[in-house]
């Protein structure tokens, strides 16, 4: 079956630092790959995806690459602020596994991030 | 509507008792999902519906579970006999298509069984 393995939180930085956090994915398909992100006390947002190996995803100064040799999808920022403090999720999509329909996405059990001034 | 509406935000039941949680998705959203966020856990997918129709319900954890998405819009996600183990926040998402469209999700219902 699928899965998404991140890294056990939380992961403490403070501001202006660099962020790496690692997730890794078995699939037995082709899988879309997405980071999802929880802001405190509000539901689940799209941060990025990526659809095909080599794909970069970006946005609000977050970047991933989907790495299907590794099996990666690392997210990272190069400055992250007291604002981006948050759980993130690593997740993919295989259309690959129907698994009878299920269309689910495979989320990880995200990462908590806490960024000190 | 502009976005995936769920109600109510929170519901505090006693145990044995029935629940009923509604997702309202976006509009023109043909996929719906449901999701269990149990703290520590991560994200438990539940089902998914294409549709009226749940072609997968194999994730519903146990047969006390049932959901139903009438007109290819609002869904109502059951639980009969309510346990403390079926405490968690229970989250919607919609997707123009399926999956690999990613979601839009609703801010989710936290349910509390005493």
């Known amino acids: 079956g699928n899965s998404v393995t991140q890294m056990e939180g939380p992961v403490t930085l403070s501001e202006e630092a660099f962020l790496t956090i690692n997730c890794t994915y078995t699939?037995?398909?082709?899988?879309?790959l997405f980071w999802y992100v929880q802001y405190p006390g509000e539901g689940l947002q799209l941060l990025l995806k990526?659809?095909?190996?080599?794909d970069k995803g970006s946005n609000k100064g977050f970047e991933a690459t989907y790495r299907k040799e590794t099996t990666s999808f690392h997210l990272e920022k190069g400055s992250v602020q007291v604002s981006d403090s948050a759980v993130y999720f690593c997740?993919?999509?295989?259309?690959?596994?129907?698994?009878?329909?299920?269309?689910?996405?495979?989320f990880g059990k995200g990462t908590h991030l806490i960024i000190q001034p | 509507g502009a976005g995936v509406s769920q109600s109510p935000s929170n519901k505090v039941t006693e145990k044995g008792k029935d629940v009923e949680l509604r997702c309202d998705p976006i509009?023109?959203?043909?996929?719906l999902y449901w999701y269990r966020q149990s703290l520590g856990q991560g994200l438990e997918f539940l089902i998914y519906?294409?549709?009226?129709?749940?072609?997968?319900k194999s994730g519903l954890p146990s047969d006390r579970f049932s959901a139903e998405r009438t007109g290819g819009s609002v869904s109502t996600l059951t639980i009969q006999r309510t346990q403390q183990e079926d405490s968690a926040v229970y989250l919607c998402?919609?997707?123009?298509?399926?999956?690999?469209?990613?979601?839009?999700f609703g801010s989710g219902t936290r349910l509390t069984v005493v």
């Open positions: 998402a919609s997707s123009p298509r399926g999956s690999g469209y990613g979601y839009t």
């Open positions: 699939a037995t398909g082709y899988p879309s």
């Open positions: 990526a659809t095909k190996a080599d």
């Open positions: 997740a993919l999509s295989d259309p690959q596994y129907s698994g009878g329909g299920a269309d689910g996405l495979t």
């Open positions: 509009s023109g959203h043909t996929a």
């Open positions: 519906f294409q549709g009226n129709s749940a072609p997968d």
